[in-house]
């Protein structure tokens, strides 16, 4: 069976003010090309579809369109939702008796009292899928206040489990919004979102069952503890500026007879490009204005753009300044952030800027700058291999640095 998992929509998020409908109606355009052109059985989305408990109006209005499409385009497509902390659980259910009519299951609330409530059995051939779509788990939903979360999170599977049908012959997968431990954190965007005070659970919770584990809450695409069955999606666009040398996709998944065949990225094109200037040390602003013409002129498709700027820039037209060399160029502003200068600084936050030069030489992103300055390797499926080999290796040798620590 040919799965595709993916999570952290955030339908109806503003960025810096700006509405992302747009993005979000590109990114949905190319989902449903991809469902139909990779023959895609099961849909997995794994929570946070919406930014918010009250989405606007014309968020919910492009999720169920968006429903109705892959239907239409895909008729046999089954789908597989679970609410994440940014979802209402009650809200994001209301329309589920008409969605099951779209082969769509969504699940917004485990009840621990009827685990069998969140599990999805689908059939294909002679293929069987069995589902645990466990949602976020909130406080109220763990039955006792003196059992921690992470065993909350492991019974829900195991109870899951205990009242389903299957065999070694069946695909089970499991599904899940939370925060694993052996994963990495963006900064900004995720760092209020990490379960009300919570650990980060072991990647031990899932169950040893499962063929495949579908997790959202993290933005980064990601493997959890370096299993190849264990994996974040990631978002499909950056949710902020720290999440912009991210390679967004959705991860296109094949099992049979109950074991995990092949895990491949699809790349998610980048509808709005985020530009943060300068990159680095803070500059002068007549130099930061040079960078800021410098930006391409008139894309088809508008970009972000957020500046940095020294506190000790006194002079009082700097926002002219800067709206003067951006004139004519298709980019949002995203505000200008004021930076200390080093000399200015605390060790402690020249400690932080070190490390924020040190997000800047993430791995990922050096090979991007290398692949972009060698022509010769500019085939876009040799790139993607390429990264998919170097991603692997990257987390082999994390892996190997954690065991030595
Ligand atoms: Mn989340």
Request: hydrophobic share 40%; glycine share 4%.
């Amino acid at each position: 069976m040919r799965l595709l998992h993916t999570s952290d929509w955030h339908l109806g998020q503003l960025f810096y003010e700006h509405e992302r409908i747009d993005e979000h109606q590109a990114f949905l355009a190319w989902l449903l090309t991809q469902l139909r052109e990779q023959a895609i059985d099961v849909l997995l989305i794994s929570g946070d579809i919406y930014h918010t408990a009250t989405p606007p109006s014309r968020a919910e209005k492009q999720f169920y369109q968006f429903i109705e499409a892959a239907k239409s385009a895909c008729p046999e497509l089954q789908i597989v939702v679970i609410a994440g902390n940014h979802d209402s659980a009650k809200r994001i259910t209301t329309a589920e008796s008409l969605l099951a009519q779209f082969d769509t299951q969504i699940i917004g609330h485990y009840q621990h009292q009827a685990p069998e409530l969140s599990t999805v059995n689908i059939t294909k051939g002679d293929e069987q899928c069995l589902i645990l779509a466990l949602p976020y788990l909130r406080s109220c939903d763990i039955p006792s206040a003196s059992q921690s979360y992470s065993t909350a999170v492991q019974q829900a599977y195991t109870s899951m489990l205990d009242n389903s049908e299957f065999d070694t012959q069946t695909n089970v997968i499991a599904m899940g919004h939370l925060h694993a431990r052996g994963a990495a954190v963006s900064e900004d965007s995720e760092r209020a979102l990490v379960i009300g005070g919570e650990d980060a659970i072991g990647a031990d919770v899932f169950p040893a069952e499962a063929c495949y584990v579908a997790l959202g809450h993290l933005h980064k695409a990601q493997m959890v503890n370096s299993q190849e069955r264990i994996r974040y999606s990631g978002t499909p666009f950056a949710m902020s500026f720290n999440e912009r040398n991210y390679r967004h996709q959705c991860l296109l998944v094949e099992v049979a007879d109950g074991a995990l065949q092949s895990v491949n990225p699809l790349y998610i094109p980048t509808f709005r490009k985020l530009h943060l200037l300068p990159e680095g040390e803070v500059v002068p602003l007549t130099e930061l204005c040079q960078q800021l013409s410098a930006l391409p002129d008139d894309n088809a498709q508008p970009g972000y753009i957020r500046v940095r700027l020294s506190s000790k820039e006194l002079s009082t037209d700097f926002r002219e300044q800067i709206d003067a060399a951006l004139a004519g160029k298709n980019l949002l502003f995203c505000g200008i952030e004021r930076v200390r200068s080093q000399q200015q600084a605390k060790q402690d936050e020249v400690e932080f800027q070190d490390l924020s030069q040190l997000e800047r030489l993430d791995a990922d992103h050096l090979l991007s700058v290398a692949l972009e300055e060698h022509s010769e390797l500019s085939e876009q499926d040799l790139n993607d291999e390429i990264k998919t080999l170097f991603s692997q290796l990257v987390a082999d040798v994390e892996q190997e640095l954690s065991h030595e620590d």
